[in-house]
Protein backbone atom coordinates (compact mmCIF):
# COMPACT_ATOMS: atom_id res chain seq x y z
CA UNK A 1 0.00 0.00 0.00
CA UNK A 2 0.99 3.69 -0.92
CA UNK A 3 1.89 6.47 2.16
CA UNK A 4 -1.25 8.10 2.17
CA UNK A 5 0.95 10.95 4.09
CA UNK A 6 2.55 11.69 0.44
CA UNK A 7 -0.80 11.53 -1.17
CA UNK A 8 -3.87 13.83 -1.68
CA UNK A 9 -7.43 13.08 -1.61
CA UNK A 10 -9.99 14.46 -4.00
CA UNK A 11 -12.80 14.29 -2.96
CA UNK A 12 -15.82 15.43 -5.60
CA UNK A 13 -19.12 16.31 -4.98
CA UNK A 14 -22.08 17.38 -7.39
CA UNK A 15 -22.31 21.00 -5.78
CA UNK A 16 -24.81 23.65 -6.54
CA UNK A 17 -24.85 26.44 -8.46
CA UNK A 18 -27.87 28.12 -6.38
CA UNK A 19 -28.28 26.38 -2.61
CA UNK A 20 -25.20 26.13 -0.15
CA UNK A 21 -26.68 23.24 1.63
CA UNK A 22 -25.81 21.15 -1.36
CA UNK A 23 -21.93 20.87 -0.57
CA UNK A 24 -22.32 20.75 3.44
CA UNK A 25 -22.17 16.19 3.18
CA UNK A 26 -18.95 16.68 0.84
CA UNK A 27 -16.92 19.70 3.23
CA UNK A 28 -18.05 17.90 6.19
CA UNK A 29 -16.08 14.90 5.25
CA UNK A 30 -13.08 16.39 4.11
CA UNK A 31 -12.78 18.51 7.03
CA UNK A 32 -13.04 15.15 9.02
CA UNK A 33 -10.41 12.80 6.93
CA UNK A 34 -8.45 15.92 6.89
CA UNK A 35 -8.28 16.57 10.93
CA UNK A 36 -7.26 12.67 10.42
CA UNK A 37 -4.13 13.71 9.60
CA UNK A 38 -4.32 10.50 7.10
CA UNK A 39 -3.63 12.54 3.72
CA UNK A 40 -0.74 15.24 2.73
CA UNK A 41 -3.32 16.95 1.03
CA UNK A 42 -7.63 16.50 1.23
CA UNK A 43 -9.14 18.84 -1.11
CA UNK A 44 -13.41 18.92 -1.46
CA UNK A 45 -14.32 20.20 -4.94
CA UNK A 46 -17.92 20.08 -7.03
CA UNK A 47 -18.93 19.76 -10.16
CA UNK A 48 -21.52 22.30 -10.50
CA UNK A 49 -20.04 25.23 -7.82
CA UNK A 50 -16.63 25.87 -6.87
CA UNK A 51 -13.54 25.09 -5.99
CA UNK A 52 -15.01 22.80 -9.64
CA UNK A 53 -12.99 19.49 -9.95
CA UNK A 54 -9.64 19.83 -11.30
CA UNK A 55 -6.18 17.93 -10.54
CA UNK A 56 -4.67 21.70 -9.98
CA UNK A 57 -6.15 21.81 -6.75
CA UNK A 58 -3.60 19.19 -5.25
CA UNK A 59 0.00 18.60 -5.93
CA UNK A 60 0.90 15.15 -4.43
CA UNK A 61 1.99 13.01 -7.21
CA UNK A 62 -0.69 10.13 -6.17
CA UNK A 63 -4.07 11.81 -6.14
CA UNK A 64 -6.83 9.41 -4.74
CA UNK A 65 -10.51 10.54 -6.62
CA UNK A 66 -13.36 9.85 -5.01
CA UNK A 67 -17.20 10.46 -6.21
CA UNK A 68 -18.95 11.20 -3.33
CA UNK A 69 -22.06 10.07 -4.89
CA UNK A 70 -25.12 8.07 -4.14
CA UNK A 71 -24.57 5.39 -7.01
CA UNK A 72 -23.04 4.58 -10.51
CA UNK A 73 -24.33 6.93 -13.30
CA UNK A 74 -23.56 9.39 -15.90
CA UNK A 75 -21.17 11.19 -13.22
CA UNK A 76 -19.08 8.28 -12.18
CA UNK A 77 -19.01 6.64 -15.16
CA UNK A 78 -18.11 9.26 -17.76
CA UNK A 79 -18.53 12.88 -16.76
CA UNK A 80 -16.04 12.87 -14.06
CA UNK A 81 -13.76 10.43 -15.83
CA UNK A 82 -13.97 12.38 -19.08
CA UNK A 83 -12.71 15.72 -16.59
CA UNK A 84 -9.95 14.33 -15.35
CA UNK A 85 -8.39 11.90 -18.40
CA UNK A 86 -8.90 9.33 -16.47
CA UNK A 87 -9.15 5.78 -17.75
CA UNK A 88 -10.18 2.96 -14.90
CA UNK A 89 -8.84 2.87 -11.67
CA UNK A 90 -5.55 3.97 -12.52
CA UNK A 91 -4.01 6.57 -15.03
CA UNK A 92 -0.86 8.08 -14.73
CA UNK A 93 -0.57 11.47 -16.19
CA UNK A 94 3.53 12.11 -16.33
CA UNK A 95 4.70 11.52 -13.35
CA UNK A 96 1.23 11.44 -11.35
CA UNK A 97 -0.18 8.27 -10.11
CA UNK A 98 -4.47 9.13 -10.43
CA UNK A 99 -6.68 6.09 -8.54
CA UNK A 100 -10.10 6.57 -8.84
CA UNK A 101 -12.46 4.78 -6.66
CA UNK A 102 -15.90 3.40 -6.35
CA UNK A 103 -18.94 5.90 -5.51
CA UNK A 104 -19.44 6.69 -2.01
CA UNK A 105 -22.72 5.18 -2.32
CA UNK A 106 -21.72 1.70 -3.39
CA UNK A 107 -19.95 0.63 -0.21
CA UNK A 108 -21.62 -2.38 1.20
CA UNK A 109 -21.81 -1.47 4.57
CA UNK A 110 -23.73 1.89 3.53
CA UNK A 111 -27.33 -0.12 3.42
CA UNK A 112 -26.70 -0.93 7.25
CA UNK A 113 -26.09 2.18 8.09
CA UNK A 114 -29.40 3.60 6.48
CA UNK A 115 -31.08 0.36 8.39
CA UNK A 116 -29.65 1.36 11.80
CA UNK A 117 -30.28 5.08 11.07
CA UNK A 118 -34.07 3.91 10.72
CA UNK A 119 -34.68 1.30 13.62
CA UNK A 120 -32.89 4.08 15.75
CA UNK A 121 -35.56 6.66 14.78
CA UNK A 122 -38.27 3.90 15.59
CA UNK A 123 -36.91 3.84 18.92
CA UNK A 124 -36.61 6.96 19.65
CA UNK A 125 -40.38 7.74 18.39
CA UNK A 126 -41.54 4.57 19.47
CA UNK A 127 -42.50 3.50 16.17
CA UNK A 128 -43.95 -0.51 15.63
CA UNK A 129 -41.39 -1.61 13.37
CA UNK A 130 -44.08 -4.60 12.64
CA UNK A 131 -46.30 -1.78 10.82
CA UNK A 132 -43.78 0.70 9.19
CA UNK A 133 -42.50 0.65 6.16
CA UNK A 134 -39.09 2.17 4.71
CA UNK A 135 -39.81 3.97 1.43
CA UNK A 136 -35.77 4.11 0.22
CA UNK A 137 -35.81 7.60 -2.54
CA UNK A 138 -33.45 7.50 -4.99
CA UNK A 139 -32.36 10.38 -7.58
CA UNK A 140 -32.92 8.21 -10.91
CA UNK A 141 -32.60 9.16 -14.68
CA UNK A 142 -34.58 10.48 -17.62
CA UNK A 143 -31.64 9.10 -19.48
CA UNK A 144 -31.05 4.82 -20.31
CA UNK A 145 -28.32 4.07 -17.77
CA UNK A 146 -29.57 5.98 -14.76
CA UNK A 147 -28.39 5.81 -11.35
CA UNK A 148 -31.64 3.31 -10.43
CA UNK A 149 -29.53 0.22 -9.46
CA UNK A 150 -27.94 1.21 -6.41
CA UNK A 151 -31.83 2.10 -4.31
CA UNK A 152 -33.05 -1.00 -5.46
CA UNK A 153 -30.48 -2.91 -4.75
CA UNK A 154 -30.60 -1.44 -1.27
CA UNK A 155 -34.01 -2.38 -0.85
CA UNK A 156 -34.14 -6.13 -2.06
CA UNK A 157 -31.06 -6.47 0.63
CA UNK A 158 -33.36 -4.65 3.60
CA UNK A 159 -36.33 -6.63 2.97
CA UNK A 160 -34.96 -9.71 2.87
CA UNK A 161 -34.12 -8.68 6.77
CA UNK A 162 -37.53 -8.50 7.72
CA UNK A 163 -36.57 -6.01 10.05
CA UNK A 164 -39.77 -3.86 8.33
CA UNK A 165 -42.84 -4.58 7.58
CA UNK A 166 -42.01 -3.56 4.27
CA UNK A 167 -39.13 -1.89 1.80
CA UNK A 168 -39.89 -0.11 -1.59
CA UNK A 169 -37.86 1.94 -3.66
CA UNK A 170 -39.22 5.33 -5.75
CA UNK A 171 -37.58 7.43 -7.43
CA UNK A 172 -37.03 11.50 -8.41
CA UNK A 173 -37.20 11.38 -12.03
CA UNK A 174 -38.25 7.80 -13.09
CA UNK A 175 -40.46 5.34 -12.29
CA UNK A 176 -41.63 4.40 -9.81
CA UNK A 177 -41.73 7.90 -9.04
CA UNK A 178 -42.06 9.19 -5.54
CA UNK A 179 -45.07 10.98 -6.28
CA UNK A 180 -47.23 7.61 -6.12
CA UNK A 181 -45.39 6.76 -3.15
CA UNK A 182 -49.12 5.85 -1.16
CA UNK A 183 -49.65 3.53 -3.85
CA UNK A 184 -46.16 1.66 -3.95
CA UNK A 185 -46.01 1.32 -0.04
CA UNK A 186 -49.25 0.38 1.81
CA UNK A 187 -48.05 0.44 5.82
CA UNK A 188 -49.64 2.73 8.21
CA UNK A 189 -46.25 4.51 9.51
CA UNK A 190 -43.88 4.94 6.67
CA UNK A 191 -39.92 6.01 6.98
CA UNK A 192 -38.68 7.73 3.93
CA UNK A 193 -35.00 7.52 3.52
CA UNK A 194 -33.60 9.50 0.91
CA UNK A 195 -30.57 7.58 -0.89
CA UNK A 196 -29.05 10.86 -1.70
CA UNK A 197 -25.58 12.01 -0.43
CA UNK A 198 -26.33 15.66 0.13
CA UNK A 199 -29.20 17.88 0.99
CA UNK A 200 -29.25 20.01 -2.12
CA UNK A 201 -32.08 21.11 -4.15
CA UNK A 202 -33.45 17.21 -4.63
CA UNK A 203 -33.26 16.64 -0.60
CA UNK A 204 -34.26 20.38 0.50
CA UNK A 205 -37.24 21.36 -2.30
CA UNK A 206 -38.28 18.43 -4.72
CA UNK A 207 -38.94 16.01 -1.90
CA UNK A 208 -40.36 17.11 1.44
CA UNK A 209 -43.55 18.69 -0.21
CA UNK A 210 -43.96 14.69 -1.42
CA UNK A 211 -44.76 13.87 1.85
CA UNK A 212 -46.33 17.48 3.30
CA UNK A 213 -42.92 19.11 5.39
CA UNK A 214 -40.87 21.92 3.79
CA UNK A 215 -37.64 20.40 5.65
CA UNK A 216 -35.22 17.79 4.16
CA UNK A 217 -36.53 15.96 7.69
CA UNK A 218 -38.97 15.75 10.39
CA UNK A 219 -42.17 14.15 11.07
CA UNK A 220 -44.48 12.79 12.15
CA UNK A 221 -46.97 14.30 9.51
CA UNK A 222 -50.36 12.79 9.01
CA UNK A 223 -50.74 12.11 5.22
CA UNK A 224 -52.59 9.80 2.95
CA UNK A 225 -54.05 7.98 6.15
CA UNK A 226 -50.33 7.36 7.35
CA UNK A 227 -47.96 8.90 9.25
CA UNK A 228 -44.45 9.72 7.74
CA UNK A 229 -40.95 10.47 9.21
CA UNK A 230 -38.61 11.79 6.57
CA UNK A 231 -34.77 11.15 7.26
CA UNK A 232 -31.95 13.16 6.23
CA UNK A 233 -29.34 11.74 3.41
CA UNK A 234 -27.08 9.63 4.06
CA UNK A 235 -23.99 11.38 3.46
CA UNK A 236 -24.27 13.33 6.93
CA UNK A 237 -22.59 10.37 9.29
CA UNK A 238 -19.29 10.33 10.23
CA UNK A 239 -19.23 6.88 9.45
CA UNK A 240 -18.88 7.71 5.74
CA UNK A 241 -15.27 8.58 6.33
CA UNK A 242 -14.40 4.68 6.98
CA UNK A 243 -16.33 4.05 4.03
CA UNK A 244 -14.58 6.55 2.12
CA UNK A 245 -11.21 4.84 3.25
CA UNK A 246 -12.16 1.41 2.72
CA UNK A 247 -13.08 2.72 -1.26
CA UNK A 248 -9.28 3.96 -1.24
CA UNK A 249 -7.95 0.68 0.05
CA UNK A 250 -9.51 -1.59 -2.53
CA UNK A 251 -9.13 0.99 -5.33
CA UNK A 252 -5.33 0.92 -4.92
CA UNK A 253 -5.42 -2.75 -4.69
CA UNK A 254 -6.83 -3.18 -8.03
CA UNK A 255 -4.63 -0.26 -9.32
CA UNK A 256 -0.92 -2.12 -7.90
CA UNK A 257 -2.67 -5.22 -10.13
CA UNK A 258 -3.01 -3.96 -13.97
CA UNK A 259 -0.26 -1.48 -15.52
CA UNK A 260 -2.90 1.24 -15.85
CA UNK A 261 -3.07 3.78 -18.52
CA UNK A 262 -0.65 6.11 -19.19
CA UNK A 263 -1.18 9.94 -20.82
CA UNK A 264 1.32 12.52 -21.33
CA UNK A 265 1.13 15.47 -18.85
Not at 186 to 198: D, G
Amino acid sequence: MSDWRKAALLLVGHGSSRLTTSRQATDRLADEISRRGLFAEVAACFWKEAPFLSLDLVTSETVYVVPNFAGEGAFTRRLIPARLALDGVLTKIGRRRLIYTEPVGCHPRLPDLLCRRAEDLCDRERIDRASTGLLIVGHGSRQPGGVSATPQAVSTRLRATGRFADVETAFLEQAPFVADWPLLIRTPNVLVAPWLISEGMHASEDLPPHFGLRAPSGGPVAINDRQVWLMGGIGRDAEVVDMILDNIRQAEEMANSEPGTAREP
